[in-house]
């Protein structure tokens, strides 16, 4: 088993006797369906649907002081606290950011469960988050069963599993849900309540519109840098995100890169060839007619 120390992310703690209601009504995860050792994937939307930032949530048991603990990008905690108080008005909340960061624990069981432990729910490979303080990254390895390594060896892992990684995969406030996965990831709940941006996702989940997509791509020798173009011969069809060890994420107009598959064009990057580690996914599935 392995375990790494994410030096990119920081956790936001909400508490309070109105913590849940005022969350729910902001973010796209049913924290309902929450309880202490459990995760959720979800994230703050602006009006118009797009991501302001995602993250992972659990729920802190009662006898640590209970509330929400949202493990989200280190960049992006400050102004998420920042944003969350501006939505309070007279909720009875606390929002703080707390001085603990996440280790990424996988391929593997652990051999103890720590506290503000819980499984990512996003997929199954990418094991479990363990929110501390980072200097006790060796001790609570060592009490996991893992080996620690270092944040590069994950992030090769994600990669390969196509997850994506906002500023790396999508920019923030530039992307809808749908655009990254998050629907597929388990990171919206379509029956849920109202929440900011929840009209645009729902019309894009019902009408099934989201043409561009999140995909998982397979590399040659070298890699493209993040943010260069994916082209179709002389058009652009997307564009490149992280990669590592052969494999890569791209954001791609999913009919546009149907169309060059059809019609036999190689997809290329900075000049480097990029192919489709799955490509019937850029495949919109024709809708059922109503009988």
């Known amino acids: 088993m392995k375990s790494a120390f994410l030096p990119d992310r920081s956790v936001v703690k909400v508490a ?24 959720r994937f979800g994230a703050l939307l602006t009006p118009q649907g797009k991501i302001i930032v995602d993250f992972l949530i659990t729920e802190v048991p009662a006898g640590h ?18 944003k969350l108080k501006f939505y309070k008005l007279r909720a009875k909340v606390t929002v703080e950011n707390l001085d603990l960061g996440v280790l990424a624990a996988w391929d593997g069981q652990l051999a103890a469960q720590p506290d503000l432990a819980f499984a990512d729910p996003r997929n199954e490979a990418l094991g479990t988050r363990i929110l501390i ?8 390895s060592d009490l996991i069963g893992a080996e620690l390594v270092d944040a590069a060896e994950y992030e090769a892992h994600r990669i390969a599993l196509g997850v994506p990684r906002g500023g790396l995969d999508f920019m923030y406030s530039d992307a809808f849900p749908h655009e990254t996965n998050m629907d597929r990831l388990a ?6 309540g109202c929440y900011v941006g929840q009209e645009v996702v729902s019309r894009m989940q019902h009408r099934g519109t989201a043409r561009t997509r999140s995909v998982k791509v397979l590399l040659d020798d070298l890699s493209p840098e993040a943010g260069v173009s994916v082209m179709a011969g002389d058009k652009p069809v997307g564009t490149m995100g992280s990669s590592a060890q052969g494999k890569g994420i791209a954001l791609v107009r999913i009919d546009r890169v149907a169309d060059a598959l059809d019609a036999g064009q190689p997809l290329t990057a900075g ?3 990029v192919r489709l580690a799955e490509p019937d996914v850029v495949r919109i599935p024709l ?5």
Not at 65 to 82: H, N, Q, V
């Open 16 to 39: 309070g006797e109105d913590a849940r209601n005022f969350l729910n009504g902001l973010i796209t995860t049913d924290l309902d369906r929450l309880k202490p050792g459990l995760g």
């Open 65 to 82: 002081g209970g509330g929400f603990l949202i493990d989200c990008p280190k960049a992006l905690a400050e102004g998420l606290a920042t």
């Open 133 to 140: 303080p980072e200097d006790l990254k060796q001790k609570l």
């Open 187 to 192: 990171g919206v709940d379509f029956d849920k």
């Open 271 to 273: 000049g480097l060839a």
């Open 287 to 291: 809708k059922q007619p109503i009988a």
